[in-house]
């Protein structure tokens, strides 16, 4: 991604579940606006999860992380970087978990949030063959 990506990005991430194998990347953003919500982080021994990139602005809504490491990296943040995370849980984790740089953007679509506490049974029981 390069300047010419700014505010063409734009992505929502909801219902998605990050598990077993995988390291990093889950998901790693630059440049974009990124809408994450009711997701599962369950990716034991990982070396991080949301990777804040350049100028990206991230909005991370009622996920759950579990027994991982480094929920929030920012090591490739620069000043215009935004991750803010509303009703998050983190169950045994260590490494970061604070927000960066203020208030991110409010999504322009209609959606409704599932409660923190029923996203991992709700994520798991659709998840895989059927």
Not at 65 to 80: E, L
Not at 91 to 115: E, K, R, V
Request: aromatic share 8%.
């Amino acid at each position: 991604g390069n300047s010419e990506d700014v505010n063409h990005l734009n992505v929502t991430w909801h219902h998605d579940w990050w598990a077993d194998n995988v390291n990093q990347r889950m998901p790693r953003i630059r440049y974009g606006k990124n809408h994450l919500f009711n997701n599962l982080w369950t990716a034991s021994g990982n070396s991080d999860c949301i990777g804040v990139g350049v100028s990206c602005n991230i909005l991370d809504e009622n996920g759950i992380f579990i027994g991982i490491k480094t929920p929030i990296s920012t090591s490739h943040s620069d000043s215009a970087s935004i991750i803010q995370s509303k009703g998050v849980t983190y169950q045994n984790c260590s490494g970061n978990t604070a927000d960066l740089g203020g208030t991110a953007f409010t999504p322009p679509y209609t959606y409704t949030l599932d409660a923190t506490n029923t996203v991992q049974a709700t994520v798991q029981s659709g998840a895989g063959p059927k």
